[in-house]
C-alpha cells in the first residue's frame, strides 16, 4: 500500500488548511484511517481516527478544530484543520490499518504510514 499525503504548508495562526492522504496500489482489508502528528524530539502521536465502524477519535487539543473524513470509493482521507495554533506545527502523517484474513480466518494485521506532509503555523 502506497499513501500520498498532500496539503500542508504555511499559514497564520487562526488559519485554516486541509490535508489529504490517497491510498493506492494493493490495498486489501483497511479497517481505519487516521492522522498522525510528530515534531522534532517528540513520538509521534495520533491526531485523529476514522474507523470502518464506530465513532472518530480526536486527541484532545484538536477537539472542535480538525475534522477527519473519509472517502471510500477513492481510499482517501481527510483531515480539515481550522482555527491553527503554532503548537499544531508538525509534520502529518497518514496511516491506514489493516486486517487481511487468510482462509481460515485468521488476520493478518498491519500498518501502513505515509511519507508526512509539513504544516507549520505562524504567530
Known amino acids: 500500500v502506497q499513501l500520498q499525503a498532500s496539503g500542508g504548508g504555511l499559514v497564520q495562526a487562526g488559519g485554516s488548511l486541509r490535508l489529504s492522504c490517497k491510498a493506492s496500489g494493493r490495498i486489501r482489508g483497511i479497517t481505519a484511517m487516521s492522522w498522525y502528528r510528530q515534531t522534532p524530539g517528540k513520538e509521534r502521536e495520533l491526531v485523529a481516527s476514522i474507523p470502518n465502524t464506530g465513532s472518530t477519535k480526536y486527541a484532545d487539543s484538536v477537539k472542535g478544530r480538525f475534522t477527519i473524513s473519509r472517502e471510500n470509493d477513492k481510499n482517501t482521507v481527510y483531515l480539515q484543520m481550522n482555527s491553527l495554533k503554532p503548537e499544531d506545527t508538525a509534520v502529518y502523517y497518514c496511516?491506514?490499518?489493516?486486517?487481511?484474513?487468510?482462509?481460515?480466518?485468521?488476520?493478518?494485521?498491519?500498518?501502513?504510514w505515509g511519507q508526512g506532509t509539513l504544516v507549520t503555523v505562524s504567530s
Open positions: 496511516r491506514t490499518d489493516h486486517a487481511d484474513y487468510d482462509d481460515y480466518g485468521v488476520p493478518t494485521v498491519y500498518a501502513s
